[in-house]
């Protein structure tokens, strides 16, 4: 025979309940222990539940008063854990905020403030210029191929201005870059005409280094195909470019040679009261334009190169390339 659950004995396990929860709620100092204390007594199989669980064996008089009891508790407590969440997460701001404050009047930690290296100043102002001028910056591999390297610009196998760009050649047939003339190649290769193109970057040549000479140097190039285009249009380029480099100068073209332009020229600028020889040019050789598939009965093209080096020493009145590559503050500094 069952023994019968009085309404008393239900109403006291609930207030006890009530009061043991919410003393632990208040104690509690973290999100997750407060979240396990919701399980303990307001969950499915929490103490709250287990209470009522007993109400079936009450008589059908005294059951609401226990129900309207229950969830008197249950409001109570779940109010208490919404506070006391609300109370957590605003304590957990207000120390992230208070470790994170920044003391404004403190003296900062000093740090000098760095500058481009003069190479990367002196190629960045002569980009500038040929951006102006409506020219686009094209990139390519520094390791290259012999066609790309040399065969595409006109150079034959046994011709000796290959001597003139002696490189570093690779165990896998490649070689290092002597020129950024290859990236032209490869840049015609995947554009039609109009081309107006400016190609800087690293070269690498077997040179002895000296005071003017180095294995490892940075290049501009230029390159332009159209149909009309003609020597004067290349003058008239390099006269633009070489007044914004170095103001009103006088300038002079020499006949010399290179085999991926016919004709072609040294420019010479008129500096300090001498000569100064500062880049090769010349209009594109019609074999080059054939290798690309360009025909030259149709387009033309101009083609200039110089040294950032050159021009930056020149610029800077430095007396000893190797200084632009030693890394002494010293010198950096400066600039």
């Known amino acids: ?45 929490g103490s709250v539940s287990r209470v009522l669980g007993g109400m079936g064996k009450l008589s059908p008089e005294e059951r609401p008063k226990i129900g309207a009891l229950a969830n008197e508790v249950k409001e109570a407590l779940q109010g208490d854990l919404d506070a006391r969440r609300t109370a957590l997460q605003d304590a957990a701001i207000m120390a992230q905020i208070e470790s994170e404050t920044l003391d404004i009047t403190m003296p900062g930690v000093f740090r000098p403030q760095g500058h481009g290296h ?8 002569m980009i500038d210029v040929f ?43 490649n070689l290092l870059r ?8 490869r840049y015609m290769e995947e554009h039609e005409p109009p081309v107006r193109i400016i190609s800087p970057g690293r070269c690498y040549r077997r040179d002895t280094v000296d005071a003017t000479h180095s294995a490892v140097f940075h290049q501009l190039e230029i390159l332009a195909v159209d149909e009309g285009l003609t020597f004067t249009d290349l003058r008239g380029t390099l006269k633009v470019f070489l007044e914004a480099m170095f103001g009103d100068i006088e300038i002079r073209l020499r006949p010399s040679y290179f085999p991926f332009t016919e004709p072609s ?13 500062v880049m090769g040019c010349g209009m594109v050789d019609p ?16 083609a ?26 010293r010198f950096l500094r400066q600039f």
């Not at 396990?13 to 997750?32: G, K, P, V």
């Open 265 to 277: 020229a040294e420019v010479d600028v008129r500096w300090k009261g001498r000569w100064l020889e």
């Open 118 to 125: 003069p190479l990367t100043q002196t190629m960045n102002q």
């Open 131 to 173: 951006v102006g001028l409506g020219y686009t910056v094209a990139t390519g591999p520094e390791m290259e191929t012999d066609y790309y390297n040399f065969e595409a610009l006109n150079f034959q196998p046994d011709h000796p201005a290959r001597d003139m760009q002696d490189t570093l050649f690779l165990p896998n047939g």
């Open 287 to 302: 074999n080059v334009l054939k290798s690309v598939g360009y025909d030259p009965e149709v387009y033309t093209g101009f």
């Open 1 to 45: 025979m069952s023994i019968p659950v009085q309404s008393n004995d239900l109403e006291a396990q609930l207030q006890s309940l009530r009061q043991e929860a919410q003393e632990a709620i208040a104690s509690t100092d973290t999100l997750d222990a407060l979240e396990q204390l919701r399980i303990k007594y307001l969950g499915k199989k």
């Open 304 to 329: 200039a190169g110089l040294g950032v080096e050159r021009i930056a020493m020149v610029l800077h009145q430095i007396d000893d390339i190797r200084r632009l590559y030693a890394s002494d503050l």
């Open 178 to 185: 002597t020129h950024t003339s290859s990236v032209q190649i």
